[in-house]
Nanobody
Framework: QVQLVESGGGLVQAGDSLRLSCAAS????????MGWFRQAPGKEREFVAA????????DYADSVKGRFTISRDNAKNPVYLQMNSLKPADTAVYCC????????????????????WGQGTQVTVSS
């Protein structure tokens, strides 16, 4: 059974940092585009960041650009999300996702661009 499992969420204060990790089991995603999405209460799931299988190409939502960094270590956990200068507006459940292959296009920002999803980890930022 293929699974993506996120960890690293928690309750922090505004301005703090967190590092999320996404671990895979059941198969390797070393050659897959990976992404992070988030969903706040009462809102739709939204794109946060994506990274190519080589780690060379990244993309970020405007709301997190300059504060969040996506990275990957294909030998260990497939993807990380370093979140700095957190704001209350960043409060959400954060999910990692794996694309079916290594292709890179506009689809990396779309939910439909990914085949596998984790259950998510809660990030709560207090003011």
């Amino acid at each position: 059974q293929v699974q993506l499992v996120e960890s690293g969420g928690g309750l922090v204060q505004a301005g703090d940092s967190l590092r999320l990790s996404c671990a895979a089991s059941g198969r390797t995603f070393a050659r897959s585009t990976m992404g992070w999405f988030r969903q706040a209460p009462g809102k739709e799931r939204e794109f946060v960041a994506a990274i190519s299988w080589t780690g060379v190409i990244t993309d970020y939502a405007d709301s997190v650009k300059g504060r969040f960094t996506i990275s990957r270590d294909n030998a260990k956990n497939p993807v990380y999300l370093q979140m700095n200068s957190l704001k209350p507006a960043d409060t959400a459940v954060y999910c990692c996702a794996a694309a079916p292959d290594s292709s890179w296009s506009w689809s990396v920002r779309r939910i439909t661009g990914y085949d596998y999803w984790g259950q998510g980890t809660q990030v709560t930022v207090s003011s």
